[in-house]
């Protein structure tokens, strides 16, 4: 077969893949691309692109393959970099650990490739090799304005007093970034290292100022409706009732692999998986985000969207396939055996469907003080997903929905849920930690009172917390902030 030839069958079954997932047919874009993954065309940068197709619908082989690929065809280091982060995302840690250190020995002045292998430390818990790099990276002299992803690691990595030299050093890089809006973006991240730093060292006014300002900047860029969400809570409590779940098609995929932990953002959802992960039948855990993918086939998350995508010939398979799609990325992204701990945001909105699908899987639900989540939300920047946390009253109107789906969840759902309040466990570790592992349906173990000792990487803004003892300090915090939380307590009430 000649070149023209191979480049047009691998474009026209590229094209079939992309055909199939805007058709919400994720195993057949699967299956398609990984023919044409196998039939090695010469397709050159496009690699590239078929690569987050691969990675869109959760399939992490294909997607790795396509990635080098696109390195053999351009190997830049924007390939290279894409190749390495696509490898943290998928829970390859140590591998882009590697990928990142031949970076910088191959570009050693390259603030790129400096920033990502830091990354790779942080999250294996090397702190001292990451502010290393990220000492590098800032004084490099072409960095200029570009500092400012360093700082904010770094700001995460320690602990702040007033006369710290990285406070001034951060405030002058802020007054040189300045206001345009060629520059917001990385204002924006400054504002977020600065306004913890001036948190650590007491200044509450100033490091509010940063965080407020921080959100208003990202408000503008903001898709969440209000009205909107509370639109769509209110169609899960009042359609989305065991007579309904009972009305569907039903899976019989009895897996209970899966281990479910919901929450809010800073509820305690991280605290959860290490201690579940620091178990010996559990092999890991992330904010996976397989089960989307996995149930392409449903366009939405209402009643009526349920009831719409059930309404095909098909419907009596749907749920095992959809099952057996999901349980197939979960090997994917951890392998083949153990239990997993899926810990990824806003599945609480989806939670009957998870049930149906999944009926064996354990769901684990955080709840915690309002206040002291508003107040971590506000000064946490989220790279995406979490719109709502850049507003206050936009804050206090998606909790009052978390409110409601979490009674109406536990109404609907029963003994299969537990709740775990994150005041009482951090209060009486003891007791929650046994309830935890019991309600997983493990057997205890004492290893897991010291799960602040289980090496493994940690991807969310909780890093540094989770690799300590069980402490009670952060339930006040947002006490020394209750004037500026005005806005919050005025939508949601008082604590």
């Not at 195993?27 to 010469?42: C, E, F, H, W």
């Not at 294909?62 to 970099?81: G, M, Q, V």
Request: charged letters at 25%.
């Amino acid at each position: 077969m000649n070149t023209a030839t191979q480049t047009a069958d691998g474009t026209r079954l590229v094209n079939s893949a992309l055909a199939a997932f805007q058709a919400r047919e994720r195993d057949d874009a699967a299956y398609l691309l990984a023919k044409a993954i196998q039939a090695d065309p010469p397709l050159g940068q496009r690699w590239a692109s078929i690569s987050r197709l691969a990675a869109t619908i959760g399939e992490i082989t294909l997607a790795l393959t396509a990635a080098r690929k696109n390195i053999l065809a351009a190997p830049t280091i924007e390939s290279r970099l894409a190749y390495a982060q696509l490898l943290i995302q998928s829970g390859r840690t140590e591998d882009a650990l590697r990928e990142g250190a031949a970076l910088v020995r191959e570009r050693p002045n390259d603030p790129s490739a400096l920033h990502f292998l830091a990354t790779c430390q942080v999250q294996l818990g090397d702190h001292d090799a990451a502010m290393t790099n990220l000492r590098r990276a800032i004084a490099l002299p072409n960095v200029a304005l570009g500092a400012e992803n360093a700082w904010h690691v770094i700001a995460d990595m320690k602990k702040f007093t007033a006369d710290d030299p990285d406070i001034a050093a951060m405030e002058a890089l802020l007054g040189r970034i300045g206001t345009s809006e060629a520059n917001r973006q990385s204002r924006i991240v400054l504002l977020y290292a600065l306004g913890k730093a001036l948190d650590d060292a007491g200044d509450t006014t100033r490091a509010f100022a940063c965080f407020d300002e921080a959100a208003r900047l990202q408000k503008t860029d903001s898709t969440f409706n209000a009205d909107l969400a509370d639109a769509f809570v209110d169609a899960i409590v009042t359609g989305y009732d065991k007579a309904f779940m009972d009305s569907l098609p039903k899976s019989t995929v009895d897996s209970d692999r899966p281990i479910f932990v919901l929450g809010l953002p800073r509820s305690g959802t991280t605290l959860v998986e290490q201690i579940l992960v620091s178990h010996s039948q559990v092999v890991d855990g992330a904010e996976a985000n397989l089960f989307r993918p996995a149930s392409m086939a449903i366009k939405g998350y209402t009643p009526d969207e349920v009831r719409q995508s059930f309404n095909r010939p098909d419907a009596a398979a749907l749920p095992n396939r959809i099952a057996k799609a999901y349980l197939h990325l979960l090997d994917e992204r951890f392998g083949k055996s153990g239990r997993v701990v899926d810990k990824t945001l806003n599945q609480t909105r989806y939670l009957g469907l998870i049930h149906q699908i999944l009926p064996n899987a354990k769901l684990i639900w955080l709840r915690r003080a309002p206040a002291g989540i508003a107040w971590s939300c506000y000064r946490t920047r989220f790279a995406k997903g979490v719109d709502w946390t850049r507003s206050l009253t936009d804050i206090a109107r998606y909790f009052k929905g978390e409110d409601r789906l979490h009674a109406h969840w536990s109404k609907v759902l029963g003994d299969n849920l537990l709740t775990v309040p994150y005041e009482a466990l951090v209060d009486d570790p003891e007791t929650w930690m046994r309830k935890i592992i019991a309600h997983a349906g493990l057997e205890w173990e004492d290893g897991v009172r010291d799960f602040h000792k289980t090496e493994r990487a940690v991807t969310t803004a909780s890093f540094a917390q989770v690799r300590k003892p069980m402490y009670a300090s952060s339930k006040e915090a947002w006490k020394r902030y209750e004037t500026q939380l005005k806005p919050f307590f005025d939508a949601y009430g008082k604590p």
